[in-house]
Nanobody, 126 residues
Framework: QVQLVESGGGLVQAGGSLRLSCAVS????????IGWFRQSPEKEREFVAA????????RYADSVKGRLTISRDNGQNTVYLQMNSLKPEDTAVYYC???????????????????WGQGTQVTVSS
């Protein structure tokens, strides 16, 4: 089993910054692709960013390119999402997901992820 715990969410003004963390643990955990997704009320879970097991490959949604940066520290078993120039439309619950140990590539479809955290709320005021 793999457990994920998100943190770092909060309330910020438009143009501000936040850094989200996704701490990953578990007896069977080994570095694997991790993705960040977000979900607003009455909307489906939306892809934000993903990173492969080594950090050498990343992928972003068009709506966040140039503003959000995903990175990882495998020594700390943590994946980060640095969020700059935040906009009110970035308001959502942010979730991190982990793919199974057999997967090596990043994915943008939430159905490709096998484990999820509980989410952290990000609210951007105008």
């Amino acid at each position: 089993q793999v457990q994920l715990v998100e943190s770092g969410g909060g309330l910020v003004q438009a143009g501000g910054s936040l850094r989200l963390s996704c701490a990953v643990s578990g007896r069977t955990y080994s570095p694997r692709p991790i993705g960040w997704f977000r979900q607003s009320p009455e909307k489906e879970r939306e892809f934000v960013a993903a990173i492969n097991w080594s950090g050498s490959s990343t992928r972003y949604a068009d709506s966040v390119k140039g503003r959000l940066t995903i990175s990882r520290d495998n020594g700390q078993n943590t994946v980060y999402l640095q969020m700059n120039s935040l906009k009110p439309e970035d308001t959502a619950v942010y979730y991190c997901g982990a793919r199974s140990a057999l997967k090596v590539t990043v994915a943008t479809n939430p159905k490709e992820y096998d484990y999820w955290g509980q989410g952290t709320q990000v609210t951007v005021s105008s």
